[in-house]
């Protein structure tokens, strides 16, 4: 097959009118929104000498973020992105501003962790931002499915970029520079991003009946906040537990790179998957996925050895993307317009939500009797049961009806 063939479909939902230029402009800030928390983490820890109050710095920026950032959301849907980005844009920028100069002049904890909480309520979510221009642009028709490929592709680049340039800057120029770098990207890009006026979703006025609460929540919506709530537990766990079995066996510092070949593989599954048309439904295929994933993620707790470790996360990574694919289509499908990017947002701030507490917990895990094994485990069962949820919602004759769907 012709590599022309191959990039067919992708250069199609690029050469839509405005679509490039919109999903260019996010990428940048995406890396920039990946260095952020590492960025703080160095900054922090090399003023304060304390990794604690990094720690608590950081997690303030996580909160605030996965809090706020469906509210900035809806106010995007009621008014339109662009007149909500710009200030946003530029409360970040002060934000930012405001924590470095702290950290630099000494300030105690308690101020580092308002000027953390105020950097993560205004960063944007670029990643739901560019899928509700996306959906604006290419609603039910086929060129969708590999337009939220390229969203994924986009992600996957960002966080394995993001945190490498985070740590470089940090170590190899000042221990500000991930920060400031980081806010650099996401403000500049920003407003490159901002500026693309005409691919921008309509505004839906908030007196509009869809603005309801049954918009946004409902059966649907929430089955969908389910997977991703799951995708992060998967995530969460994963990164905690595949480090712990690399100390474990004295290869701490291959620890990235077994994690890396997770992310190769999903990246490779993911291109592929956006150039094909399948005649199952997408939410029978969301199913399917879920239970490859909770099948293979099985795998790493058999694991003996980190090459075994590695064949395993290859397999596991391949399910990755098209699950996420899958997930923003369905998203895309059944909300109603005028709550698009607070949908987006919503399924974003789950995954995190799903990051941080798997993480806290699969560290405990790991810890106790049952080591990486038990680690590892945990993926299963909330892969199984999620999978289960979505088989019966797929049987349900309303679901993905809300509109119709391009095939994947």
């Not at 303030?60 to 339109?80: H, I, N």
């Not at 480090?243 to 790179?257: E, P, Q, R, V, Y």
């Amino acid at each position: 097959m012709t590599s022309r063939h191959w990039f067919r479909r992708y250069r199609s939902a690029l050469k839509t009118p405005g679509a490039a230029a919109f999903f260019l402009a996010s990428v940048p800030a995406r890396v920039g929104v990946a260095m952020a928390g590492l960025g703080i983490v160095w900054l922090v820890h090399a003023e304060t000498g304390s990794f604690g109050t990094a720690g608590l710095v950081t997690g303030s920026f996580a909160v605030a973020e996965t809090l706020v950032g469906p509210q900035a959301a809806r106010l995007m849907d009621r008014f339109g992105q662009s007149r909500v980005l710009v200030p946003l844009l530029c409360a970040h920028a002060g934000a930012v501003a405001a924590l470095v100069a702290l950290a630099v002049t000494g300030a105690p904890p308690v101020a580092l962790m308002a000027a953390g909480l105020a950097a993560g309520a205004t960063v944007p979510q670029f990643g739901a931002l560019s899928a509700a221009r996306w959906s604006a642009l290419l609603h039910g028709r086929a060129e969708l499915t590999p337009a939220f490929a390229l969203e994924t592709l986009g992600n996957e680049v960002a966080f394995l970029l993001g945190p490498a340039l985070a740590v470089l800057m940090a170590t190899q120029v000042h221990p500000a520079a991930g920060t400031v770098l980081a806010g650099a990207l996401v403000v500049g890009s920003g407003l490159v991003f901002a500026a693309q006026l005409r691919t921008a979703p309509a505004p839906v006025p908030d007196r509009t009946a869809a603005h309801g609460p049954g918009a946004l929540w409902n059966r649907d919506f929430a089955t969908l906040l389910a997977v991703n709530l799951a995708l992060g537990v998967f995530f969460g766990s994963m990164q905690v537990s595949v480090s712990a079995f690399a100390d474990i066996h004295h290869t701490a510092s291959a620890a990235g790179l077994l994690y890396g070949l997770m992310s190769v593989a999903s990246l490779l599954t993911g291109l592929a998957y956006g150039r094909h048309r399948l005649r199952t439904a997408p939410e029978v295929q969301l199913a399917l996925i879920l239970a490859f994933l909770a099948c293979a993620s099985l795998l790493p707790v058999l694991a003996d050895a980190p090459w075994q470790l590695g064949l395993a996360l290859l397999l596991l990574g391949a399910g990755v993307a098209p699950c996420i694919i899958v997930s923003s289509t369905l998203i895309e499908s059944v909300m109603d317009r005028s709550v698009l990017t607070q949908a987006f947002t919503w399924t974003n701030s789950a995954s995190a939500a799903g990051i941080a507490v798997s993480a806290a917990v699969v560290g405990r895990l790991v810890d106790g009797p049952g080591g990486t094994r038990a680690g590892f485990a945990v993926p299963f069962v909330f892969l199984a049961l999620t999978a289960t949820a979505v088989l019966s919602w797929s049987r349900r004759p309303s679901a993905g009806s809300k509109a119709p769907l391009p095939q994947a």
